[in-house]
């Protein structure tokens, strides 16, 4: 089992940044490749971005590439994710989760957080 925590949301002005992290407890969060994905009001589940197991390939949804940013720290089990130039249509729940496979499929993850709300304002 992986429980998965993130923090970091809030309401910020269109242009911020922000910077969301997901900290992982229990089996070696390492094992894992790791994802965020969100989910607004009335939308389904959006993948945004994923990492692999040790940091080297990422992958990332055409809508935030250039934008957004993944690394993890596997010293500190952590994943983070760096959003700059944020928009109003990034306004969403962002979860993160854990994956043993390479996907981008919100079905083949394993573990997820709780989610964090960020909201951006016009």
């Known amino acids: 089992q992986v429980q998965l925590v993130e923090s970091g949301g809030g309401l910020v002005q269109a242009g911020a940044s922000l910077r969301l992290s997901c900290a992982a407890s229990g089996r070696t969060a390492s094992s894992y490749n790791m994802g965020w994905f969100r989910q607004a009001p009335g939308r389904e589940r959006e993948f945004v971005v994923l990492?692999?197991?040790?940091?080297?390939?990422?992958y990332y949804a055409d809508s935030v590439k250039g934008r957004f940013t993944i690394s993890r720290d596997n010293a500190k089990n952590t994943v983070y994710l760096q959003m700059n130039t944020l928009k109003p249509e990034d306004t969403a729940v962002y979860y993160c989760?854990?994956?043993?496979?390479?996907?981008?499929?919100?079905?083949?993850?394993?573990?997820w957080g709780q989610g964090t709300q960020v909201t951006v304002s016009s």
């Open positions: 989760a854990a994956s043993s496979i390479w996907t981008y499929r919100s079905p083949e993850y394993d573990f």
């Open positions: 990492i692999n197991r040790g940091g080297n390939y990422k």
